[in-house]
């Protein structure tokens, strides 16, 4: 449930990292490993703010 996640990041390579409420372990999604989550989170954020989290997708 993205609702519960008050920030998310960028990180390298275009990766997004969260933290669950409660919960001092941080998620990473990584945009060519798991892109369908990856893409879930860059719209939930455009969506929810009507901005655009700017992640580079340059994978190395």
Known sequence: ?????????????GRLMFCLPHSPVQIIIHPQ?????????LDYVKNLTGLSLDCDRKIK
């Open 1 to 13: 449930d993205l609702s519960q996640v008050s920030a998310f990041a960028c990180a390298e390579n």
């Open 33 to 41: 490993r798991n892109p369908d989550s990856y893409q879930e989170i």
